[in-house]
């Protein structure tokens, strides 16, 4: 069974979707998510993952959680889940 | 490349500078989607609470996010201030710079100036730092 994700993708991604702000993915947890993103988006996932960890400065949430508290990349996601993408806001 | 921003609003970024001193103080200001308008000033809390790093909590992040999609508004500021440092994006804030659409404003409220402080702004661009001018207006 194909599952249905909704991703919600920021500015600064959107080349990798042809400018969709909006995109539709499939996966059992978020690596597989991601894993098909890049599929469909070659690329995408070089700038979400660093040496197969998520990168520190972009954030991730599925149903407004930070996956950080789901489980990061093996955060489970399910039919109907909506992924959120955001560049952290910061600097030194 | 300019940015216009009223009086009000640089006052406002100046005074919250110099009072979370010696942290950092960072927030946006907001407007109407796709009007490059600067219209409604909102400070952020700092969730590193630090003089040399500033971070909005992720959590902080994903409610303006969604707080901006339901009043169909942009990011038009990002501004933080430097409380060591000139007025200049650092090798940090070049490369955290995630929104390719804002303007970068900078503030530094570093000892050696004071009482005086600098105000800059910034495009940051596929890591390439603009200067712009800024148009200030009552």
Same mark, same amino acid.
């Given at each position: 069974m194909t599952t249905a994700i909704e991703v919600r993708i920021p500015t600064i991604l959107r080349p990798y979707t042809k400018?969709?702000?909006?995109?539709?993915?499939s996966g059992e947890t978020l690596s597989t998510v991601i894993a098909d993103l890049?599929?469909?988006?070659?690329?995408?996932?070089?700038?979400?993952l660093e040496n197969g960890a998520l990168r520190r400065f972009i954030n991730l949430y599925v149903n407004d959680e930070d996956v950080r508290f789901l489980g990061g990349l093996e955060a489970p996601v399910k039919n109907g889940d909506s992924i959120t993408i955001l560049p952290a806001v910061a600097g030194g | 490349?300019?940015?216009?921003? +009223?009086?009000a609003h640089v006052d406002a970024m100046l005074a919250q500078s110099r009072a979370e001193y010696p942290d950092e103080?960072?927030?946006?200001?907001?407007? &109407?989607?796709?009007? /490059?308008?600067?219209?409604r000033l909102k400070?952020?809390?700092?969730?590193?609470? +630090?003089?040399t790093f500033y971070e909005f909590d992720p959590k902080d992040?994903?409610?303006?996010?969604?707080?901006? /999609? /339901?009043?169909?508004?942009?990011?038009?500021?990002?501004?933080? +201030?430097?409380?060591?440092t000139e007025a200049y &994006? +650092?090798?940090?804030?070049?490369?955290?710079?995630?929104?390719?659409?804002?303007?970068?404003?900078?503030?530094s409220t570093?000892?050696?100036?004071? &009482?005086?402080?600098?105000?800059?702004?910034?495009?940051i661009i596929d890591g390439v730092v603009t200067e712009e001018e800024v148009s200030i207006s009552e």
């Open positions: 400018d969709q702000k909006v995109v539709a993915a890049d599929v469909q988006y070659p690329g995408i996932s070089e700038r979400l | 490349m300019t940015l216009k921003i +009223s009086q103080a960072c927030g946006v200001i907001l407007g &109407p989607q796709g009007k /490059d308008q600067a219209r400070p952020m809390i700092n969730a590193a609470h +630090s003089p992040l994903l409610s303006l996010y969604r707080e901006i /999609d /339901d009043n169909d508004e942009e990011i038009v500021v990002i501004y933080h +201030s430097h409380t060591e &994006p +650092s090798r940090t804030d070049i490369a955290y710079a995630g929104e390719p659409g804002a303007h970068y404003v900078l503030i570093r000892e050696e100036i004071a &009482p005086a402080t600098e105000f800059r702004s910034y495009r």
